[in-house]
């Protein structure tokens, strides 16, 4: 853990299948200070992540959590509504969404922001609408029941992540940008433009996915070996995403050009879903598209990705990081900094 201050008034705290990521923010007359942390799930156990948690949370001094939250009982939609008063949004909103939730509807947390539109005519209206059921709600919110602290608020982790990024990076323009989040065992994609959240998706695809795809028997200088998870992961963090013409040999002898191709269906699948993506969002919603692609999460430190992403999608990638000199830790922590300075609409 990285100690800036033990002061505090903010906290965010990014929630995932994978774990957990913190930031506080202090306001100082001296500027802003804070500390973070990162942890893994040490267990599936629900009441044993609760545990992790207080005793995680226990040595930050603030009291106020903005907790970011995704998975599969929480939705982030861009609807059209036809021009309605605020207070008829809501209803409007539930109608849209009855057929596209696993939940129901009815009793649901829901949030709606209005989309910036350039158009003179208003004869719709754009939202974008966060709609959670309250088992999950539910389910966040006891996991920190015994930490002592408050959830003042419980936003989207794209939101949270497009924040981030607008804080970290000082991105004000109205041209869409992108916010590509590669977790451990999924992928976030955001896209925004002027200042406001678009569209957002996530994607089967994470850091673990690139390693997983190293896990078998190839040849080696010393005969067949097996590459197991531990290797599988080591071999990633050591080489990253290779070229398929590498002609050296890894330390264990293995030709990296093996590991270029066995890895390579999965940069692959990456780049086509990113690119579908892209697209329609240029298609459906914006002619000029997306003009430049942010990368954070703990995939954002794989060697070779960055600049495969720009080659691929042929636009400027840059790499997220609000701990500079702390590549490693800084670009996982893009959602939970947002979170402690901005704090988007709460479910």
Not at 106 to 125: C, F, R
Not at 282 to 297: I, P, W
Request: aromatic share 6%; with cysteine; hydrophobic share 45%.
């Amino acid at each position: 853990m990285v100690n800036w201050t033990r002061r505090g008034t903010r906290i965010g705290v990014d929630l995932d299948a994978a774990g957990f990521r913190v930031v506080e923010i202090s306001d100082r007359e001296s500027g802003p200070a804070g500390s973070q942390m990162i942890q893994r799930w040490e267990s599936a156990d629900a009441a044993a992540q609760a545990e992790q948690l207080r005793k995680a949370l226990a040595v930050f001094a603030g009291r106020s959590l903005h907790v970011g939250i995704a998975g599969p009982e929480i939705l982030l939609k861009r609807l059209t509504l036809p021009p309605l008063p605020p207070s008829d949004v809501p209803e409007a909103a539930r109608w849209q969404l009855k057929d596209q939730a696993s939940f129901p509807v009815g009793d649901a947390y829901l949030s709606a922001l209005p989309i910036p539109s350039k158009k003179t005519e208003k004869t719709s209206v754009e939202v974008l609408v966060a709609l959670a059921s309250p088992s999950a709600v539910g389910a966040r919110l006891s996991l920190f029941a015994a930490t002592g602290k408050s959830v003042k608020s419980m936003v989207p982790r794209a939101v949270a992540l497009f924040e981030g990024m607008q804080v970290i990076a000082g991105e004000t323009t109205e041209r869409a940008v992108a916010v590509m989040d590669i977790g451990w065992q999924a992928t976030n994609l955001v896209i925004g433009s002027a200042g406001a959240v678009r569209v957002a998706r996530d994607l089967s695809v994470g850091r673990n996915t690139l390693a997983g795809a190293l896990i078998g028997t190839v040849s080696s200088e010393h005969g067949r070996m097996q590459i197991d998870e531990a290797l599988a992961s080591a071999l990633t963090q050591r080489h990253g995403v290779l070229a398929t013409d590498e002609s050296a040999l890894s330390e264990e002898g293995i030709p990296l050009v093996q590991i270029a191709a066995m890895m390579r269906p999965v940069v692959e699948a990456l780049f086509t879903e990113v690119r579908r993506f892209f697209e329609f969002y240029r298609v459906q919603l914006d002619e000029f598209g997306v003009s430049k692609l942010y990368l954070c999460g703990v995939g954002a430190s794989v060697k070779g990705l960055p600049q495969l992403l720009s080659e691929g999608l042929a636009m400027p990638v840059e790499q997220l990081n609000p701990l500079p000199g702390n590549a490693e830790e800084g670009p996982q922590l893009v959602a939970a900094f947002g979170l402690a300075t901005k704090r988007g609409e709460s479910l």
